[in-house]
C-alpha cells in the first residue's frame, strides 16, 4: 500500500499570504493519479486538482499543483478567506489511499 | 450528477449496517463508485471500490473479510455493507463518484454522507 504523508499537519496563515502544501509519497507515484481535495466543516470533499496539476473545473487559478515520484505540492498564491479548510492528496495509482490532511487555519 | 445516500443509522456493536448510495445524472455503467469514510474529526479513509458492470469488487486491506460492496443496476443504486461494527466504525460514510474509465483518476462527485453511529 502506498502510503501518503502530507505536511505539515497545520498551517497558520493570514488572508492574502501564500501557502505550500506537501505530500509525499512512500514510493513512486505517477502524476496522472495524483489528486488533491479540499473539505471544508461539515461539507463533503471536492477536488481542486487531477492528474498532479490540472485544476478541476471551477476551480480559482490561485490553486495550482506541481510534483512527480514521491513529492507533490499544492500551492495557493494568495489565501482567500474562504481557502481556509483540510487539503488532502489521494493517490489512485496501486488501490487507493489518502493523505492524512492539512489544516489551513486563520493566523 | 447526483448520488444520494441513504438515512443515518444507530448500531449495537456486533452488528452489521448497509448504506446505499442512489446514482442520477449520468450513465450508472460509466463509472467506478468509491466508499470513503471519515471517523469525527479525522482524515478521509478509503474503503474500497466497485465496477458497475462486473460487480467485482476491490476493499482496502483493513477492511477484508467484514465489508461487501454491492450494486443493482436496474435501481441505479450502490450499496455498502459493514460486519462485526464496532465502536472505532463511528463514521460518515460517503460514496464517491470515480473518474478512471475516462482516463482520469480522481473522485468528482460525493455523496452527501451517512452517518453510522456504534453504540451499546
Known amino acids: 500500500e502506498i502510503v501518503l504523508t502530507q505536511s505539515p499537519d497545520t498551517l497558520s496563515l493570514s488572508p492574502g499570504e501564500r501557502a505550500t502544501l506537501s505530500c509525499r509519497a512512500s514510493?513512486?507515484?505517477?502524476?496522472?493519479?495524483l489528486a488533491w481535495y479540499q473539505q471544508k466543516p461539515g461539507q463533503v470533499p471536492r477536488v481542486l486538482i487531477y492528474?498532479?496539476?490540472n485544476r478541476a473545473p471551477g476551480i480559482p487559478d490561485r490553486f495550482s499543483g506541481s510534483g512527480s515520484g514521491t513529492d507533490f505540492i499544492l500551492t495557493i498564491s494568495r489565501l482567500d478567506p474562504e481557502d481556509f479548510a483540510v487539503y488532502y492528496c489521494?493517490?489512485?495509482?496501486?488501490?487507493?489511499?489518502f493523505g492524512g490532511g492539512t489544516k489551513v487555519e486563520i493566523k | 450528477v447526483e448520488l444520494l445516500q441513504s438515512g443515518a443509522e444507530v448500531k449495537k456493536p456486533g452488528a452489521s449496517v448497509k448504506v446505499s448510495c442512489k446514482a442520477s445524472?449520468?450513465?450508472?455503467?460509466?463509472?467506478?463508485m468509491n466508499w470513503v469514510r471519515q471517523a469525527p474529526g479525522q482524515g478521509l479513509e478509503w474503503m474500497g471500490i466497485?465496477?458497475?458492470?462486473?460487480?467485482?469488487?476491490k476493499y482496502a486491506q483493513q477492511f477484508q473479510g467484514r465489508v461487501s460492496m454491492t450494486r443493482d443496476t436496474s435501481a441505479q443504486t450502490f450499496y455498502l455493507e459493514l460486519s462485526g461494527l464496532r465502536s472505532d466504525d463511528t463514521a460518515v460514510y460517503f460514496c464517491?463518484?470515480?473518474?478512471?474509465?475516462?482516463?482520469?483518476?480522481?473522485?468528482?462527485?460525493w455523496g452527501q454522507g451517512t452517518l453510522v453511529t456504534v453504540s451499546s
Open positions: 464517491a463518484r470515480d473518474l478512471r474509465g475516462s482516463g482520469w483518476y480522481y473522485l468528482d462527485h
Open positions: 466497485i465496477n458497475p458492470n462486473a460487480g467485482a469488487a
Open positions: 489521494q493517490q489512485s495509482g496501486s488501490s487507493v489511499t
Open positions: 514510493q513512486s507515484v505517477s502524476s496522472d493519479y
Open positions: 492528474g498532479a496539476s
Open positions: 445524472g449520468y450513465t450508472f455503467g460509466g463509472f467506478h
